[in-house]
Nanobody, 127 residues
Framework: QVHVVESGGGLVQPGGSLRLSCVAS????????IGWFRQAPGKEREGVSC???????DYADSVKGRFTIPRDNAKNTMYLQMSNLQPEDTAVYYC?????????????????????WGQGTQVTVSA
């Protein structure tokens, strides 16, 4: 089982920036997709962004142009770099890993495809 830990959440003012980190360990495959999801109070979990082991990415329309997902392979760390944050970005953010046994050409922002999840980190955007 892959162990996933997110960090970096907090309170930020509208228009501000925040960077979340996701550290994963215990990989059993080289073909892993990392996804970021979020869940706001009273709402369903939604996909935010993802990246395959080959570097293919996808972003939710609501975050395109504002969020990016750089990664540091040497540290087994994926980041969610968020800018121009708005109150509607307030949510618990989760990092998740999809373990595959073949290279994935694309990633998808559907939660059931991901096997291992972190505990989540709260992001609150408020003045």
């Amino acid at each position: 089982q892959v162990h996933v830990v997110e960090s970096g959440g907090g309170l930020v003012q509208p228009g501000g920036s925040l960077r979340l980190s996701c550290v994963a360990s215990g990989f059993t495959s080289n073909y892993n997709t990392i996804g970021w999801f979020r869940q706001a109070p009273g709402k369903e979990r939604e996909g935010v962004s993802c990246m395959t082991s080959g570097g293919s990415t996808d972003y939710a329309d609501s975050v395109k142009g504002r969020f990016t997902i750089p990664r540091d392979n040497a540290k087994n760390t994926m980041y969610l770099q968020m800018s121009n944050l708005q109150p509607e970005d307030t949510a618990v953010y989760y990092c998740a890993v999809r373990t595959s046994w073949a290279i994935q050409p694309v990633c998808r922002l559907v939660s059931y495809k991901y096997n291992d999840w972190g505990q989540g980190t709260q992001v609150t955007v408020s003045a």
